[in-house]
C-alpha cells in the first residue's frame, strides 16, 4: 500500500526541502505537512490509570494470592505527569455503569478486615462511583485504585493537558471495555454488558468532553474513499500539521468490533478506531501485543497503526529481561507500550522503556518519510521539564 502515489509525494515532497536545507534548518512546520500521524513511533503506557493496592490490599493479596499481586505490582503518577514525561500513548480500561454506585463498594476491604488487617483510606472519598457513567478500574471488586475513577474525569484531565500544550503530538487514547462475559467472579459485582447502545453511550461521553476537530474520527480519515481499509491504503491518515494537538481513541478488544461497527459500516459516524481484524472495511488499528517484527513491519506498510507491548506481568522488568523491549522497539509499530516509561522505571531493575537522546516520539524506522528528522517532531521531555 505504501507504494502509492500519495505516498510517493510525500518523499519526493520532504526531498525536496532538504534538499535545500540543512536538517538543523528544516523547520517544524515544513515537515509537519508532509509526515503523516502513522509514520512517527511513541512511548505509550500500558493501563494508565492504575494507582497500585492499599497498605491491606496488599497485605491481603500477598496471603491469598501472592501470584496476582506479583502481576498487579506496578502504577502509574496522574496522567498529566506521564504525558509531561513524554507518553503519548495511554490506556484506560472502562466498566459500564449506567445508574451509578454498582462498583462503589469494594470486596477486598470487607475480606481484608476480616482477615484482621486494618481498614485501608477510601478508595473513592469525593463519591466519584455514585455518579451513572462509565468507571475506569481495573478489576472491579478488586484492584479500583485510580488516578481518576471515572471515564470522562480521564477525559477532562487530558483535555486540560491538551489545552495547555497545544504543538503536542497526537496522544493515542487506548480504551479497554471491560466485561465478565456474563461469568461473575464469585462475590463480585456483576458486570453491565457492551451492547450497541452502550457503545453509543461511550461515544458520547467522548463528545461530552472533547469538542469537535479536537480529536481524529474514522470519518475524517475515510474522507472519499469507500472504507477504512481503503484509505489508509492511499495516505488518509492526516499529516502532523493537521494532527497537532489532537487526539484518536482506539478500542482494545477485538471481541467487540463487530458489535460497535453495527449499524456503522467502516465506523461511519463513530468516535473510535477498532482493534480491527486486517483486511476487514473497519481495519485501520490493529494490535500486536505479541507480533513478530515481519508481522507488525508488513503491517505497518500497508499503512496500519499497530500497538505493541514491551512487558507484561512486572516479569521483564523484576528481571531487566530487555528481549521483547527491544525487538519491539526495532518494529515499525506506532505505539510502544509499558508498564515503565521513561519517567517512571522499574523499582526493582535499570529496565525502563525509552528513545535514544530522551526522544518524546522518533521518526518510524518502517516508513517514515526520506530526511524526517527526530527532533522536529517534539521536543525531549527534559526539554519540556525545563519550559
Same mark, same amino acid.
Given at each position: ?218 470519518? &475524517?480519515?475515510?474522507?472519499? $474513499?469507500?472504507?477504512? *481499509? /481503503? !484509505?489508509?491504503? =492511499?495516505? @488518509? ?49 490493529? &494490535?500486536?501485543?505479541?507480533? $513478530?517484527?515481519?508481522? *507488525? /513491519? !508488513?503491517?505497518? =506498510?500497508? @499503512? ?63 516508513? =517514515?518519510? @526520506? ?17
Amino acid at each position: 500500500m505504501f507504494g502509492s502515489a500519495t505516498s510517493r509525494m510525500a518523499w519526493i515532497a520532504l526531498a525536496a526541502v532538504t534538499s535545500t536545507v540543512t536538517a538543523q534548518q528544516l523547520t517544524q512546520a515544513a515537515q509537519d505537512k508532509v509526515v503523516r500521524l502513522n509514520e512517527i513511533q511513541v512511548i505509550g503506557s500500558h493501563n494508565s490509570y492504575h494507582s497500585g493496592f492499599a497498605p491491606s490490599e496488599r497485605k491481603y493479596l500477598e496471603m491469598k494470592n501472592p501470584k496476582a499481586l506479583r502481576a498487579l505490582d506496578y502504577s502509574h503518577a496522574p496522567l498529566p505527569d506521564q504525558l509531561n514525561g513524554g507518553v503519548r500513548q495511554i490506556e484506560i480500561d472502562v466498566f459500564a455503569d449506567a445508574k451509578g454506585g454498582h462498583y462503589a463498594h469494594l470486596p477486598i476491604d470487607d475480606a481484608e478486615v476480616k482477615a484482621g488487617l486494618p481498614a485501608d483510606p477510601n478508595f473513592d472519598p469525593n463519591h466519584e462511583m455514585d455518579k451513572p457513567g462509565f468507571k475506569v478500574m481495573h478489576v472491579q471488586g478488586v484492584d479500583q485504585r485510580s488516578t481518576c475513577h471515572t471515564f470522562v474525569k480521564c477525559m477532562m484531565v487530558v483535555r486540560e493537558w491538551s489545552q495547555q500544550h497545544p504543538q503536542h503530538l497526537p496522544i493515542f487514547i487506548l480504551v479497554e471495555t471491560k466485561d465478565d462475559g456474563g461469568k461473575p467472579r464469585p462475590g463480585m459485582p456483576a458486570t453491565e454488558p457492551f451492547t450497541p447502545q452502550v457503545f453509543d453511550a461511550l461515544d458520547a461521553e467522548v463528545r461530552s468532553v472533547f469538542k469537535p476537530g479536537e480529536y481524529i474520527t474514522p470519518d &475524517e480519515v475515510r474522507g472519499h $474513499s469507500a472504507t477504512l *481499509i /481503503d !484509505a489508509i491504503g =492511499k495516505g @488518509g491518515w492526516p499529516t502532523l500539521a493537521k494532527a497537532r494537538g489532537r487526539v484518536i481513541f482506539l478500542l482494545d478488544q477485538r471481541k467487540v468490533e463487530g458489535i460497535y461497527t453495527e449499524n456503522h459500516p467502516s465506523l461511519k459516524g463513530r468516535v473510535f478506531f477498532t482493534n480491527a481484524e486486517p483486511g476487514k472495511p473497519d481495519a485501520a488499528f490493529t &494490535e500486536q501485543n505479541n507480533g $513478530s517484527k515481519e508481522t *507488525i /513491519d !508488513a503491517l505497518v =506498510k500497508q @499503512g496500519y497503526l499497530v500497538r505493541t507491548r514491551t512487558d507484561e506481568g512486572t516479569e521483564q522488568a523484576r528481571t531487566n529481561d530487555t528481549t521483547r523491549r527491544d525487538l519491539a522497539l526495532s518494529t515499525g509499530a506506532q505505539m510502544i507500550s509499558t508498564d515503565y516509561p521513561p519517567s517512571e522505571p522499574s523499582k526493582w531493575t535499570s529496565f525502563v522503556v525509552k528513545f535514544p537522546d530522551d526522544l518524546v516520539a522518533r521518526c518510524n524506522p518502517v516508513n =517514515k518519510p @526520506g530526511g524526517c528528522v527526530d527532533s522536529l517532531l517534539e521536543p525531549s521531555a527534559s526539554a519540556m521539564a525545563k519550559k
